[in-house]
């Protein structure tokens, strides 16, 4: 039977015009953009360091929405990436600044994000040890207690640092302690050394602990990677928005990557932190921030960020090794910007 056109169009067309409104209204819909963050604050102030910290100081994202009333809410966590992951997986986060490992984590256990753009590369990490102890080297921390914060960045750069010399974790007793966890069971002679950021200079000002070895010396081995990674499903759901996060974002990389700020980006970040300007001024005193803060995913990044999955997966901190070049957003990239 022939159909009148009029009732074959409300028939088919209606439902896809109804549906192609649902979709724009649900994409009109989003009011918040929530970011977590791991906590690397060691008093009652926030800071993740990095673009993080330069972000928020000088509001970039909450004046890049302001005319669209979207708030910008900002989570840190002191679990660092492994409860940030859990927060992935619940819902109750859209986009995540994190170190290579927690991220790489993520992913191989089937949480669907996309990345979306490095925030640093070449971090270093440093070998804190007990004064007098006679560590020197990595390979004298064979059957010594050490102190890493596993499921993090620290956890990969530490074994890549050790494979770097022949070792691994099975040559040590590892005991998993969060970053100040660590820095006081040092301090206090509970262990015989751990492996982490320039943080760890504050022990050494004070006389508890001596530093070294740190990744530089290495070689670049263990330098940690950052990246900015969202769910699939905001992604998906509001690309828009999220190239207008990624464009504004970039402001603060352009304030980053002027030398003549690197003197106040160590005091913002000190003051957030609540370290001792010195230990970030000396931890940055060989490098330029231009080459610290980086948003694009160049084929280096990636390819380094690929040495780190497949680490992962030789190490079995992962089960399920993958590509990272299917991991990138190709649309919304920071590649792209």
């Known amino acids: 039977m022939n159909l009148p056109f009029k009732r074959v169009f409300n028939r088919f067309a209606v439902p896809a015009l109804a549906g192609l409104l649902a979709f724009s209204a649900h994409a009109e819909e989003l009011k918040e953009i929530r970011i977590a963050v791991p906590d690397l604050s060691a008093g009652a102030q926030h800071s993740g360091g990095g673009v993080v910290d330069v972000l928020r100081d000088q509001q970039i994202f909450e004046k890049a929405f302001a005319e669209q009333g979207i708030k910008i809410q900002w989570s840190f966590f002191k679990g660092a990436g492994p409860v940030i992951n859990e927060a992935f997986a619940n819902g109750q986060v859209d986009l995540a600044y994190l170190g290579d490992l927690a991220a790489i984590i993520g992913k191989s256990n089937g949480l669907d994000t996309r990345l979306l753009s490095a925030t640093a590369r070449g971090v270093k990490q440093y070998l804190g040890v007990v004064p007098g102890s006679g560590i020197k080297t990595l390979q004298d921390l064979k059957g010594k207690r050490v102190a890493i914060f596993r499921g993090t960045a620290t956890q990969l750069s530490f074994d890549a640092a050790l494979a770097s010399q022949g070792l691994s974790e099975k040559d040590l007793k590892v005991i998993n302690l969060d970053f100040n ?80 700020n690197k003197g106040a980006y160590v005091q913002l970040v000190s003051g957030l932190a609540s370290y001792p300007p010195v230990i970030l001024t000396q931890d940055l005193q060989d490098q330029n921030l231009s080459e610290v803060f980086q948003s694009t995913l160049d084929p280096v990044f990636l390819g380094k960020l690929q040495d780190s999955v497949d680490l992962a997966a030789q190490q079995k901190l992962i089960r399920k090794p993958f590509k990272v070049s299917d991991w990138v957003a190709p649309e919304l990239s920071a590649a792209k910007l």
């Not at 002679?189 to 200079?201: P, Y």
């Not at 530089?216 to 998906?236: E, I, N, P, Y």
């Open 181 to 260: 966890a660590a820095v006081a069971a040092l301090a206090a002679r509970q262990i015989d050394a751990s492996w982490g950021s320039s943080a760890l200079s504050a022990l050494q000002a004070k006389g508890l602990a001596e530093l070294p070895l740190n990744t530089k010396d290495l070689g670049g081995a263990g330098s940690v990677q950052a990246v900015l990674l969202g769910t699939a499903k905001f992604v998906d759901a509001h690309p828009e928005a999220v190239a207008k996060l990624l464009k504004a974002q970039q402001q603060a990389f352009a304030w980053l990557s002027e030398e003549g």
